[in-house]
């Protein structure tokens, strides 16, 4: 019996059916995950927003397979060739791969050479030569020749034969599978230089001789590899087994050989039939696997690159606040100057001005009077100071700044531009900003994204705040979509204020989509700012299904009712009332109050509409109501002295940022305009499988320099501070070792300098990465695939 979707899910889950069922009604009724996950606990019985995902993303997968698997079924019957045993087969078939090998003798295509030679009427000749080895082929093949037919002698009507068996031998899907699997678990990719591209491609010079098993090639070295051949520089061939000097037939001939019964025993047609195999494997077989294998190394190697995109945004998109705060933003620049601008604590821009206190102006001490001016006139707290061209000569400045005026009692930090002028120039900040210029547009977004980082990141795509490896080679559609689901958890997670959130921030609501956004914000502006949920419901176009699935994650903060600000949903409020009729007092009195919150029993508020998961929510929210899931806020400490990379010297134990996680390790900003690389071996002394169970990009870390190559701006860090310097930490043993010890020295929180570091050479969000020359170095990023073509992160 063919298991339904649901059931199949299900499985692969390991939950029951009747939850994926309930999931599965609820996303076709249009609810979203993020609704589902916290609001439907009862339906779902408790899946949470991972599984939920998973579900989501399975279940278009398999109504994409049923889809597809529907249209091979009525192409076969409308062909006539559609009988019990190809239906069974085809609705077996359990993924798109299986269903197209099964489909593939059955796909109409061009006329093959297959074909001409069954319209010459050959097939009984290729069928009685590889029933009966024997006859002799060419004696046999005599009795087909047909010159009106085409089949002008003998080696032409062998000839046809073999077309029609290649194709039979080619399009066997139980063979295909089989061989497929094979050369997967066997085989392996090699790379050679193109002539004459040695010295164009000497970012690809680590694969200019290479190869390595299918099995073991990191996703990063994959899309490197395929990188090099689109620009022409590298040669890939995809080698179903290691060279060997074996004499005869590979094993795969033999599985084809075997498959079709084709045994050498020195019969007249054992030879033709040996040769036939070998031109099937050769000519089809191979070339199809071949593609197939092909995709399927670039589908998993995107696939793991979109899971580290989209992990390295979690991480910045939940990145700490500073929270309401007066902020100076600080866009450093050269010969163009500083670009400042003030915002209040509410976001809102009340200042703006260029200083010029770098070369050529060199107006230091202007600029200095200049910001104590305005830090003053609006009870500046925080100095945010972008982190691209002169952010150190800028940040010298700030510092001169707090040590000048510590009445003014600022704090700076150093946050990522990454996006600023994606930002800047787009058409939503020109609506937002239209009286500043586009330069002044940078130092605005530069302050607000330490205030508040996912209000302010969500203004631009996602794929431009560079935090993803060989983001330009991947798949447009499943990027985008990994992207938004995270961009849709996290703002949902964290819940958005109503009255100060900007459209693309509210766009992001669950069941809001930009058009319904913008006309939130009309609303809000029209008639000022929202009292209560229940008036949301007078915003055009949003309907009593739009304000089930946003009504929850919306805050109204100084309302009407008080559970506006929290995260209870409105359907819920009579389960609250009912609280707290049983505790006394109001509403107001009980929210908070853990001591009466916690004398109630959750039981005897359950009911048929409210289960026990939905009324301990209610329970934990009203005891911290509105909490915000992301961590405290604050600030690394760069070493004073320590601004440049020739400042840097081996043995220096250093704080500073994470600001990316790849597969291989971690890039740590330690305030020297370049990152330093924490190689996946240089971060603990226990295994590490994936970089981000030590680190996350916004995390505070300690490391110590191990080796600086000032030429290429190559810094190598490691996480275990005990390891010596100049001996690469990153030798010991590499990512397979498990020696004994403890964990790296590691400090979880944020500043605003959390987020990845200007781009370093490429494009987008990669970095450039030059051939280490230091030994230590060298090691740890060769181990990591970093040079070479690999350097592009």
């Not at 510092?399 to 058409?427: C, F, N, Q």
Request: proline residues 5%; glycine residues 10%.
């Amino acid at each position: 019996m063919t298991t339904s979707i649901e059931g199949r899910i299900a499985e692969e889950l390991g939950v029951r059916e009747r939850q994926v069922k309930a999931a599965v009604e609820l996303l076709d009724g249009g609810s979203t995950v993020p609704f589902i996950a916290r609001y439907r606990k009862e339906a779902t019985e408790m899946l949470d927003d991972a599984q939920l995902r998973t579900l989501e993303e399975r279940l278009r997968y398999l109504r994409e397979l049923e889809e597809r698997r529907a249209a091979i079924l009525e192409s076969v019957r409308e062909q006539g060739k559609l009988d019990e045993a190809l239906e069974a087969q085809i609705r077996g078939a359990d993924t798109k791969a299986r269903l197209e090998d099964i489909y593939l003798p059955f796909k109409p295509k061009r006329r093959t050479k297959a074909q001409i030679a069954r319209e010459a009427g050959l097939e009984p000749l290729a069928d009685g030569l590889l029933g009966d080895p024997s006859k002799e082929p060419l004696t046999a093949a005599a009795e087909f020749v047909d010159a009106e037919k085409g089949v002008t002698d003998a080696a032409a009507a062998l000839e046809g034969a073999r077309a029609i068996l290649t194709e039979r031998f080619s399009e066997d899907a139980d063979l295909i599978g089989e061989l497929r699997e094979r050369m997967w678990t066997r085989g392996r990719v090699a790379a050679k230089v193109r002539a004459g591209k040695e010295e164009a491609g000497a970012k690809f010079a680590d694969y200019f001789d290479f190869a390595e098993p299918f099995t073991a090639l990191p996703s990063h070295r994959v899309l490197a590899l395929l990188r090099g051949e689109k620009e022409e520089v590298l040669d890939l061939a995809l080698e179903p087994d290691a060279p060997s000097d074996e004499p005869g037939p590979s094993a795969y001939e033999n599985a084809i050989a075997h498959r079709f019964g084709v045994v050498g025993r020195g019969r007249p047609g054992d030879k033709w039939l040996a040769d036939t195999v070998r031109w099937a494997w050769r000519t089809r077989v191979l070339v199809h696997l071949g593609i197939d294998l092909r995709l399927r190394l670039r589908t998993a190697a995107e696939d793991e690159a979109v899971r580290v995109f989209a992990a390295n945004l979690r991480d910045l998109l939940l990145a700490a606040p500073a929270g309401t705060r007066a902020t100076l933003g600080l866009d450093p620049g050269f010969r163009t100057g500083v670009k400042v601008a003030i915002v209040d604590a509410t976001g809102k821009v009340v200042a703006t001005d260029t200083i010029y206190p770098h070369v050529p102006a060199n107006k230091w001490d202007q600029s200095l009077t200049r910001l104590a001016q305005l830090a003053k006139e609006h009870s500046v707290d925080l100095v945010a100071i972008g982190n691209g061209t002169a952010s150190r000569e800028t940040d010298k400045l700030a510092g001169e700044l707090i040590a000048r005026h510590p009445e003014l009692d600022l704090t700076k930090v150093m946050v990522s531009e990454a996006g600023a002028s994606v930002y800047s120039a787009s058409a939503f900040a020109s609506q937002e900003l239209p009286s500043l210029d586009v330069s002044l547009r940078g130092a605005v977004s530069i302050a607000r994204r330490l205030q508040d980082p996912l209000a302010e990141l969500v203004k631009i795509d996602p794929k431009s705040i560079g935090v993803g490896q060989y983001q330009h080679d991947l798949s447009e559609v499943k990027l985008s979509r990994s992207l938004d689901t995270v961009v849709e958890d996290c703002v949902n997670g964290v819940g958005v204020d109503v009255n100060t959130a900007s459209a693309p921030l509210l766009s992001r609501v669950s069941g809001i989509g930009a058009g319904l956004a913008e006309n939130i914000v009309a609303h809000r502006d029209t008639n000022g700012p929202f009292r209560s949920r229940r008036a949301l419901k007078d915003v055009a176009r949003l309907g009593p299904k739009a304000y089930e699935q946003c009504a929850g994650f919306l805050r109204i903060r100084g309302g009407e009712d008080p559970l506006d600000a929290s995260s209870v949903h409105p359907e819920a409020y009579p389960v609250v009332r009912r609280m707290v009729k049983t505790a006394g007092g109001e509403v107001a009195a009980l929210i908070g109050n853990t001591a009466a919150l916690r004398s109630l029993r959750p039981d005897d508020f359950v009911d048929e509409t409210f289960g026990l998961p939905t009324v301990t929510d209610i329970l934990r929210e009203l005891e911290k109501p509105g909490r915000d899931p992301r961590p405290a806020f604050r600030t690394a400490s760069f070493k004073e002295g320590v601004e440049k990379i020739g400042d840097l010297t081996s043995g220096m134990v250093l704080e500073g940022v994470v600001t990316n996680v790849a597969a291989f390790g971690a890039f740590v900003d330690i305030g020297v305009h370049q990152d330093g690389l924490v190689h996946v071996s240089a971060m603990s002394r226990t295994f590490v499988k994936d970089p981000r169970d030590v680190v996350k990009s916004g995390d505070v870390v300690k490391v110590k320099v191990l080796d600086v190559d000032i030429p290429r701006k190559r810094i190598a860090l490691t996480l275990r501070l005990d390891d010596e310097a100049a001996k690469s930490g990153a030798q010991n043993g590499g990512t397979g070792s498990k020696p004994a010890g403890g964990r790296p020295v590691k400090e979880r929180g944020e500043r605003g300098g959390g987020q990845p570091r200007r781009q370093q050479g490429g494009r987008g969000g990669e970095r450039q990465v030059p051939a280490p020359t230091n030994s230590a170095m060298a090691d740890a990023l060769r181990r990591a695939g970093l040079t070479g073509p690999d350097r592009r992160r």
